[in-house]
């Protein structure tokens, strides 16, 4: 056991914190990250198969959390396990997480922090993701990538050996592009993730997906049917790109040129700043 990494991680508080110190220790990791070997060198005793309903995933542990045994659901697929494999290694990692977890597929997508659980269950992800897909060798595909296209999302999940989800999470997180990644099954919306700066989108869970849209490379498709009407000035030019996949799953990239965007906004404001107020 890897006891010096352990006595710094135990001083840590976020998940980036803790990132920062596993880097330092082993700055010569490459993609895929080797997570089960890494996690039974910090006390990490086994991996079970998880066969409860209900959960995808699992953490047992002491309470001074000085060993501990990952479950994932029995049959879950090679990628995703690694992700769930993860984010129980957040929950025994990050000090503050006590006791033992069982986690839900809803628990592995969140994001919020408006409750004790749902904050715990975003660390975790957060852990999950920042260890599986490093940051920098992250953005340093981004960067070598090109404009955006949706086949980006595959190459990636190839090279970090994860779910296109998880990808695509990471991706919108990290991007520096106006852009937003979108799930589908069976012709409707299973959920969306978002850039920080990219509009708020009108479509949610189980609408149907809006017109076609090209699959071969970016595209103009009618923003009034994703985007909320609430932009200032005209509305952007939003392109999009399909991915169809198996069993009637896709993966759709909406994606707003920034400079375009940028420039409208400045024109509206100088639109603005001459448009004559009176007073009532």
């Given at each position: 056991m890897n006891e010096e990494l352990l006595m710094e991680l135990?001083?840590?508080?976020?998940?980036?914190?803790?990132?920062?110190?596993?880097?330092?220790?082993?700055?010569?990791?490459t993609p895929p990250i080797k997570v089960e070997e890494f996690a039974l060198s910090v006390g990490i005793r086994e991996f079970r198969d998880l066969e409860v309903d209900g959960f995808v995933g699992a953490l047992m542990t002491n309470l001074e959390k000085t060993m501990g045994v990952i479950l994932c659901a029995k049959g879950m697929g090679h990628r995703r396990r690694r992700f769930t494999i993860g984010h129980e290694l957040g929950h025994y990692i990050i000090p503050a997480h006590r006791g033992d977890k069982s986690c839900t597929s809803s628990d592995l997508a969140e994001t919020r922090r408006d409750s004790l659980h749902r904050q715990e269950e975003a660390q975790a992800n957060r852990f999950s993701a920042g260890l599986?897909?490093?940051?920098?060798?992250?953005k340093a595909h981004l960067d070598g990538?090109?404009?955006?296209?949706?086949s980006h999302i595959e190459v990636l999940a190839n090279t970090f050996?994860?779910?296109?989800e998880a990808v695509a999470n990471?991706?919108?997180?990290?991007?520096?592009?106006?852009?937003?990644?979108?799930?589908v099954r069976a012709g409707r919306i299973?959920?969306?993730?978002?850039?920080?700066?990219?509009?708020?989108?009108?479509?949610?869970?189980?609408?149907?997906?809006?017109?076609?849209?090209?699959?071969?490379?970016?595209?103009?498709v009618?923003?009034?049917?994703?985007?909320?009407?609430?932009?200032?000035?005209?509305?952007?030019a939003l392109n999009a790109q399909r991915f169809d996949q198996a069993e009637g799953h896709a993966t759709i990239l909406l994606h707003i040129d920034?400079?375009?965007f940028e420039a409208d906004e400045e024109e509206h404001d100088l639109i603005e700043s001459y448009t004559p107020r009176f007073r009532r």
């Amino acid at each position: 056991m890897n006891e010096e990494l352990l006595m710094e991680l135990a001083d840590c508080g976020s998940p980036e914190k803790l990132l920062a110190v596993i880097f330092q220790h082993h700055p010569h990791w490459t993609p895929p990250i080797k997570v089960e070997e890494f996690a039974l060198s910090v006390g990490i005793r086994e991996f079970r198969d998880l066969e409860v309903d209900g959960f995808v995933g699992a953490l047992m542990t002491n309470l001074e959390k000085t060993m501990g045994v990952i479950l994932c659901a029995k049959g879950m697929g090679h990628r995703r396990r690694r992700f769930t494999i993860g984010h129980e290694l957040g929950h025994y990692i990050i000090p503050a997480h006590r006791g033992d977890k069982s986690c839900t597929s809803s628990d592995l997508a969140e994001t919020r922090r408006d409750s004790l659980h749902r904050q715990e269950e975003a660390q975790a992800n957060r852990f999950s993701a920042g260890l599986l897909m490093p940051k920098p060798a992250f953005k340093a595909h981004l960067d070598g990538f090109g404009p955006p296209d949706v086949s980006h999302i595959e190459v990636l999940a190839n090279t970090f050996d994860v779910s296109r989800e998880a990808v695509a999470n990471r991706y919108v997180d990290l991007t520096v592009e106006m852009c937003a990644v979108v799930f589908v099954r069976a012709g409707r919306i299973r959920y969306a993730r978002t850039s920080r700066d990219f509009p708020a989108l009108s479509v949610r869970q189980g609408d149907a997906v809006p017109s076609d849209m090209p699959r071969d490379s970016l595209g103009p498709v009618p923003p009034g049917e994703w985007l909320q009407p609430n932009w200032r000035g005209r509305a952007p030019a939003l392109n999009a790109q399909r991915f169809d996949q198996a069993e009637g799953h896709a993966t759709i990239l909406l994606h707003i040129d920034t400079h375009t965007f940028e420039a409208d906004e400045e024109e509206h404001d100088l639109i603005e700043s001459y448009t004559p107020r009176f007073r009532r």
